[in-house]
């Protein structure tokens, strides 16, 4: 593969990187499998024994409060391959496959098989549920498919660190829905998109009339990045503007997922990426608020978070057409589009094309 030289200008993957279905697989594997994934929120689960089952890049996996804690197991059985629980959710103190009945603890062991009794060579010590790793920001519930893999908390620390400078409890705001957009790209359209603000003031006039673009900032660090946008009010001395409700901050943990706080009260919403094949992403927009926002506010906050996702559905899927057309080589990337070179360069590492 030709990638450009780390360290130009140049942007660092060529056009087929955005919709060769021999990178997307690769990417499966390199990218996808290898990093923190998000599998759902912790607020879906209120008392322990309850359960929710959720499809992270098509593996079925099962969230579940145990006694012994969270618990998230691979939804697989090893009987016979059935997706063990197939409800949405519920509560339980077992979990018990559908198909013949076998059922595990809340460490995943094997603890009974109908008709065992007749089995002498069947060890059920041989047959657990895989368990996976998992992280949080809560409510916000990640996986790891590895064993072993760098701890959340110190892959993200710094993260954590901006939300709560910014003086946000996530877990604390109301969820109200989700609004999901098919788009026609590939997923690292949709990230580079997101990682610069470079396009908003020509793409994005009302995000342009409440965030100010003159000290518009991304800074990245090891696995993640985070954009600092303050309110526009030029009339303000700036130390007035570094109040912890006076800027937004928009986090991007690597690789798939987001989570965007506006200036103001409590606010935050999530993008979720799901790359369904190398020219086909899902975003799903998750929307969450201060209790105490009236409904008119709500609305407000829910319809420019939409309207600025309506302007990128159409940004992204022109990028697609323009990789595909065969006319495009390496781009040129601006010191604003820091965030992007960051991106293109954990990714080639991921790739191992560096
Ligand atoms: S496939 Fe699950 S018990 Fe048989
Ligand atoms: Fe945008």
Redesign the pocket.
Known sequence: MDLSPLGSHKTLLPADFYYQEAIFQREKENIFKKNWLYAGKRTNLQKEGDFYTVDVLNVPIVIWLTKLGLKAFVNV??????Q?KLEKSGSTKALS??????TWDQEGVLKR?PGERGEKDLHKCDYPLVELTIGEVDPFIFIHFEKNPQPFESQFSVLLDAIRTRGIDYSALTYHGAKSYRMKCNWKTVVENFLECYHCPVSHPSFCDLISMADYEVKTYPRHSTQYGYLRQPDQPLDALVQPDSYGIYNYLYPLFMVNTYPGAGNASTNIIEPLGPEETLVTYEFFLDPTMDPQEVEKNISLVHEVQVEDVTICEAVHRGLKSGFYQAGWLMKAENGVHHFQQLLSEDLRYT
């Open positions: 059985c090893p009987h016979r391959g059935a063990v496959c559908h198909y013949h009945g076998w098989a």
